[in-house]
């Protein structure tokens, strides 16, 4: 029967500084972009189905995108530590690749504010994607060390 996992303080302890500054980056630029996504909606009256739709799209390339950072259990520091695989940079190409062409490709269908509300949405869904899959990751390392 596994321990259950302790409070978020003294989880905090044994979770890299590098890793929670990256996890709170994560979050800052998700609840920032969601802001202005939000403004843009409410007005200039652009439709919410295409920053929906991207925003679901953005999620799924999050999760996918969470696969750069490899997190494990580092003995000599007693800490989750994040470190990037070959398949991560692999990941990160891909993802660099869309993020640039993404206004090219939505160009052709959106124009104006529901463009920009698009590209937002779907960088936003990114970062709560990356966000979610690597904290995931995270609970499951300290849960096994029985943290």
Excluded: C
């Excluded at 580092?74 to 993404?102: F, H, K, P, T, W």
């Amino acid at each position: 029967m596994k321990p259950p996992v302790a409070s978020r303080t003294v989880r905090r302890r044994f979770v890299h500084r590098r890793l929670l500054r990256r996890l709170r980056m994560f979050a800052l630029v998700f609840v920032a972009l969601f802001g202005v996504v939000l403004y843009q909606l409410l007005r200039f009256d652009a439709s919410a189905w295409p920053a929906l739709a991207s925003f679901g799209l953005g999620i799924g390339a999050g999760l996918g995108a969470g696969r750069m950072t490899k997190i494990a259990w580092n003995e000599d520091a007693a800490q989750v530590v994040g470190r990037m695989d070959q398949l991560g940079g692999i990941i990160l190409g891909l993802y660099l690749l869309v993020s640039v062409g993404r206004w090219w490709v939505l160009g052709h269908w959106l124009a104006g504010h529901a463009l920009t509300v698009a590209g937002l949405s779907f960088t936003g869904g990114i970062m709560l994607g990356r966000l979610l899959y690597t904290r995931r990751q995270v609970l499951r390392v300290l849960s096994k060390q029985h943290k």
